[in-house]
């Protein structure tokens, strides 16, 4: 059997996305984002790809201290079987679960599948102390994808396209427009600024950031007219 492997590796859909806090920042208002997937994600990836049929996978116990549990995955794709461990430690009451789904999410890394989520730009976002989560954890999905240069082109499988390497330049410019703006507008303001840029594609150069700025200012002065 042929796999399309393009289509095995492409990102995950930023809605798949899930986000939790790392480090925080000393008065807990920041923290550096860390993005991962459900293993039913990579489920559905290897059914719509591979085929339900096509891959299976399988778990053996692994020795290791008393205070952790382990687990090895073999998961096989097409005939071929690759295998990686998770862990786990036993006072959680969902020791094994957890284990299981960490060594099949490695397992498939090995595939390529959800690799791209190891190599993500580390990236400080806004943090609720409350929830303890990061907040509006989807626009946040969406700056680290600019930030890694992954483009909706991309999580949708549309055919290939050429994306420029990230440039440090367009990222602090991405970073201070989308933050000024926030911070400046807040509430149903910004909300109004989320609705109208949307998810469209990512400018790349410092002009076309020039572009997009003067294009939501036109946008915003009606809007906010009408909202009033």
Not at 208 to 225: D, N, S
Request: net charge neutral; with cysteine.
């Amino acid at each position: 059997m042929t796999i399309n492997y393009p289509a095995l590796v492409r990102p995950f859909p930023p809605d798949e996305i899930e986000l939790r806090a790392g480090a925080t920042s000393k008065d807990k208002t920041r923290a550096l984002a860390l993005a991962y997937a459900d293993p039913r994600t990579y489920q559905d990836r290897l059914d719509q790809v591979v085929g339900i049929e096509q891959w299976s996978d399988d778990y053996v116990p692994v020795p290791t201290t008393a205070s952790t549990v382990a687990l090895l995955c073999r998961l096989t794709i097409a005939g071929v079987t690759k295998c990686d461990i998770g862990e786990s430690p036993a006072s959680d009451p969902n020791a094994w679960t957890v284990a299981a789904a960490q060594a099949f999410k490695r397992a498939c890394a090995k595939f390529g599948i959800g690799r791209y989520l190891y190599h993500l730009p580390q990236v400080w976002l806004p943090y609720d102390e409350r929830t303890k989560q990061i907040a509006e954890q989807q626009q946040a999905v969406l700056t680290i994808y600019r930030q890694a240069g992954i483009t909706p082109a991309m999580w949708r499988g549309v055919a290939a396209q050429v994306v420029p390497e990230p440039d440090a330049r367009v990222q602090a410019a991405e970073t201070t427009f989308w933050e000024t703006f926030k911070e400046a507008l807040g509430g149903d303001d910004w909300a109004l600024v989320v609705q109208l840029i949307g998810v469209k594609p990512y400018p790349t150069t410092i002009e076309a950031w020039r572009e997009a700025y003067r294009a939501l200012q036109g946008k915003l002065v009606p809007a906010a007219k009408q909202v009033t």
